[in-house]
T-cell receptor, first 119, second 117 residues
Framework: GAVVSQHPSRVICKSGTSVKIECRSL??????MFWYRQFPKQSLMLMAT?????????EQGVEKDKFLINHASLTLSTLTVTSAHPEDSSFYIC???????????????FGEGSRLTVL | AQSVTQLGSHVSVSEGALVLLRCNYS??????LFWYVQYPNQGLQLLLK??????LVKGINGFEAEFKKSETSFHLTKPSAHMSDAAEYFC???????????????FGQGTTLQVKP
């Protein structure tokens, strides 16, 4: 299957700093990527849909100024948590679909996730 | 709106026993359905998917799931549990292409599978 890579896998930062998480599709092009947030022992909550070359679409309740998303190329989307606070500590997971040559079956390929800890 | 409900947040079975993880969906039209597995501190790995071909879908690691439209269910099963199957399992739904498909997945709450020796 297609490979999606996230970096960093773990990051610890001080409160008030900003943290950038990268999501790359390694062997396919992704016009759309998705960012999810997962709290311990809970399901994945969609934060936003990242669209290459245009603004991200945020889910209700997600602060767009807090979670900046940039999708500058067909293989890279970034999530920046600005002025991070302890309550932003979470597991962030990105995903993408490989649409090339295949009908859209809705399957998503997921990155390994990035665990953010804000002190 | 589409939704997914996983019955049972925690399932415990003995090694070698049948695994049954339940998933029910709500959708006005049959959606695409997926089961993903997540190991600690990792992303999600696709186990299997239903996209309107055969209603009994076989996936990796011996798992399979059956789409039952009349019951709006897509339960995941495995005849014989292994210790390595212990993980978090998520059922997910996605609208079909041609509808308002933004491509996003809607996940169930997840079920933790514990396998006892």
């Amino acid at each position: 299957g297609a490979v999606v890579s996230q970096h960093p896998s773990r990051v610890i930062c001080k409160s008030g700093t900003s943290v950038k998480i990268e999501c790359r599709s390694l062997d396919f092009q992704a016009t759309t990527m998705f960012w999810y947030r997962q709290f311990p022992k809970q399901s994945l909550m969609l934060m936003a849909t990242s669209n290459e070359g245009s603004k991200a679409t945020y889910e209700q309740g997600v602060e767009k100024d807090k979670f900046l998303i940039n999708h500058a190329s067909l293989t890279l989307s970034t999530l920046t948590v600005t002025s991070a606070h302890p309550e932003d500590s979470s597991f962030y997971i990105c995903s993408a679909r490989d649409l090339k040559g295949q009908p859209n079956t809705g399957e998503l390929f997921f990155g390994e996730g990035s665990r953010l800890t804000v002190l | 709106a589409q939704s997914v409900t996983q019955l049972g947040s925690h399932v415990s079975v003995s090694e070698g026993a049948l695994v049954l993880l339940r998933c029910n969906y709500s959708s006005s039209v049959p959606p695409y359905l997926f089961w993903y597995v997540q190991y600690p501190n990792q992303g999600l790995q696709l186990l299997l998917k239903y996209t309107s071909a055969a209603t009994l879908v076989k996936g990796i690691n011996g798992f399979e799931a059956e789409f039952k439209k009349s019951e709006t269910s897509f339960h995941l099963t495995k005849p014989s549990a292994h210790m390595s199957d212990a993980a978090e399992y998520f059922c997910a739904v996605s609208p079909r292409r041609g509808s308002s498909n933004t491509g996003k997945l809607i996940f169930g709450q997840g079920t933790t599978l514990q396998v006892k020796p």
